[in-house]
């Protein structure tokens, strides 16, 4: 299996692009499009072996698996996230075809039913044989990024399709118009209705909170030659979505546009001794009375809908700190099937068939927009080091 399933097709980088940012230059003729999901347990039985699929070779220890497994089990065993997805499949291939867009829409998850490999199988039995996939997944780094195509690689290879299918994937949209405006939308509301009670700006706290990850996983997140510093591409996303978000609130004169926010982390696993991304959201929130805040705003900037890792790790841990701590406090919600998500996603497979140039493509931060193609080392998992990755590009 090579590195490079997409290397015939994908010019590195044209000089008419961001230097070093390859981009297809040429028109795609994709036949499928591949919506790839993290996938979850739906029901008792499947927590475990769940939890194992997800933690392969990763050294969390047996305590932490056992703690998530009850995050689970006080939902049944039944993680929301297949179902989300199973709605943003269907809405996807409706949008399509309002847009004329014929491709049938596969969704296949990395850690449960239905794998990625039975899908691209399905796929290719079907004759399809050029895939561009969509991950559930909106900014770089390991965990988001390119562990989707190191699964896609070794789907391929299970398959024996390595040969005959290849499986392109849409840039990082952390910063399209369509994931961000129902994250600014949640926001101005809550921001509209703690102030309505009576809570001036420097009272309020506006936490976005994302998935730590290791710190070194997030130094190598990216391509390796942008160092972004510490946090690296990862980091920089979050902060640079934060800051336009309330740099467009304070320029219409929302309603508690004025107040503060912060970039936390949420949901850290690892042994204790590996330094994760920090601070932790309810360290943050435990704190904020002393700086004077009255009322706490989370907004889940690193999720796309309401999955465990929100329902939990916000909705029930994040929500009892602020109780805790005295605090109002309002989790705003997540781009799930809004309407103008959907329209984004498929704009992002639109941009990419008709390989438009970069100044083209929506982006609302100096970022981006983010690079088709990722090349080798991008994004590689510090620790565990090299696998085979599809979506990838030859140096
Ligand atoms: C960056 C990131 C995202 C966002 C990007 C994306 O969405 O892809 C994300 C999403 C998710 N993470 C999820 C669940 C889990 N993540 C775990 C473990 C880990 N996540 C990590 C990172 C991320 N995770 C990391 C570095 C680990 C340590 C182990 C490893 O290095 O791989 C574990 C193991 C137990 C634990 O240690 O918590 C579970 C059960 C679910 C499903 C929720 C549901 O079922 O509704 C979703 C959407
Ligand atoms: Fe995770």
């Known amino acids: 299996m090579s590195e490079t399933t997409a290397a ?34 739906e029901g008792q039985d499947d927590v475990i072996p ?8 990763r050294g969390i220890p047996d305590e932490r698996l056992e703690e998530v497994a009850t995050h689970y089990r006080h939902f049944g065993g039944v993680s929301p ?18 847009r004329g867009m014929t491709h049938p829409v596969y ?67 952390f910063d399209t118009p369509g994931f961000v405006e129902p994250f600014a939308e949640g926001l101005r509301t809550a921001l509209a209705e703690v102030t309505a009670e009576g809570h001036d700006p420097e009272q309020i706290r506006v936490l976005f909170a994302t998935h730590s990850i290791p710190s070194a996983d997030a130094l190598r997140s990216g391509p390796e030659e942008l160092n972004l510093g510490e946090g690296g591409a990862y980091a920089a996303q979050h902060r640079a979505v934060a800051e336009r978000i309330f740099s467009d609130l304070r320029a219409d004169g929302a309603d508690g546009a004025e107040a503060t ?26 704190e904020l009375p002393a700086e004077n805040v009255t009322a706490v705003l989370i907004v889940p900037l690193g999720f796309l809908s309401d999955h465990m890792e929100v329902l939990w790790d916000l909705d029930e841990e994040a929500l009892e700190a602020a109780a805790e701590a005295g605090l109002r406090a309002i989790r705003t919600p997540t781009p799930g099937s809004h309407p103008r998500f959907v329209a984004g996603l498929v704009d992002l497979i639109e941009e990419r068939i008709a390989a438009r140039p970069p100044a083209q493509r929506p982006s609302l931060t100096e970022l981006g927009p983010w690079y088709d193609v990722c090349r080798p080392g991008c994004c590689e998992n510090a620790r565990l080091g090299f696998k085979p990755a599809a979506a990838g590009c030859a140096p």
């Open 81 to 98: 996230i297949n179902d989300q997805n199973r709605q943003l499949r269907a809405a996807l291939e409706a949008e399509m075809r309002r």
């Open 50 to 57: 769940f939890l194992r699929n997800v933690t392969r070779g």
């Open 261 to 286: 926010w912060e970039l936390v982390y949420q949901s850290r696993s690892g042994s204790p001794s590996t330094p994760w991304l920090e601070p932790d959201v309810c360290d943050r929130i435990a």
């Open 8 to 41: 015939t097709t994908v010019p590195y980088a044209s000089p008419a692009s961001r230097a070093g940012n390859p981009y297809v230059s040429e028109p795609q003729d994709y036949d499928a499009i591949l919506l790839a999901g993290f996938g979850g347990p």
């Open 107 to 173: 969704w296949g998850n990395r850690n449960w039913d239905p794998y990625l490999e039975d899908v691209v199988r399905e796929a290719a039995a079907a004759g399809h044989h050029r895939i561009l996939a969509v991950a559930t997944s909106a900014y770089s780094s390991y965990s988001s990024c390119r562990q989707y195509r190191e699964d896609f690689a070794r789907a391929l290879e299970s398959t024996g399709l390595q040969e005959t299918v290849t499986i392109d994937k849409v840039r990082q949209f």
